[in-house]
């Protein structure tokens, strides 16, 4: 007779108890990418280009996936002989951008809008890159986990990584910016995720 008390007064606290929920969070990214870096210093001028690209694809749950796409270009010249500069920088989001799976090579080529921070006008420039994948590959991953009385929160990471030699043009104002300048590159590619569960 005990037992079944006990059991009926259990029964009745559960269902007059609120229900704990939770809420989850998740996010996912997936991506190839290339940078390069042109550089040139003589006795007066010091002159860098810097050009990145990417092909990523990202999920938010509950979300779709979306492809994202884009490509970033800044160019600096110093001539410390006459003291002027001149800095350009901007994008482009319909530049043709391939890259293998291995990392063996990778293209670039489009058109980028740009401004003129020193002219303080406008311009456009003609990107065709192309990287080439040298020594051996690098990987890496990691995995994180936090978690408090209301919270847990979990990351993971991969990816792989290698030189690249560079070559082609960036043509601005006529004149190609690489010509006779020394380059770095670097060809990559990663997987993320992110999850927080939160109890309420």
């Known amino acids: 007779m005990k037992t079944a008390i006990a059991g009926a007064v259990l029964t009745a606290l559960s269902l007059s108890l609120p229900a704990i929920a939770a809420t989850t969070n998740k996010f996912h990214v997936k991506g190839q990418n290339v940078s390069a870096n042109f550089y040139q210093y003589d006795d007066c001028n010091s002159t860098n280009v810097y050009v990145s690209a990417y092909n990523n694809i990202t999920k938010d749950s509950p979300g779709a996936p979306t492809e994202q796409l884009g490509a970033y270009l800044d160019y600096y010249n110093y001539n410390y002989c006459t003291g002027t500069y001149s800095y350009v920088s901007g994008s482009s989001s319909s530049a043709n951008f ?102 309420k």
């Open 98 to 199: 391939t890259i293998d799976n291995r990392l063996d090579s990778a293209t670039l080529n489009g058109t980028f809008t740009l401004y003129d921070y020193s002219s303080r006008t406008p311009k456009t420039a003609d990107v065709a890159l192309t990287w080439k994948g040298v020594g051996d590959t690098s990987s890496g991953k990691s995995n994180y986990t936090y978690q408090t009385p209301t919270s847990t929160i979990r990351s993971r990471s991969n990816g792989e990584s290698r030189d690249a030699e560079v070559s082609g043009s960036i043509t601005l104002d006529g004149t190609n910016l690489i010509t006779n300048t020394s380059n770095y590159g670097y060809l990559s590619s990663s997987k993320s995720g992110y999850l927080e569960r939160t109890a």
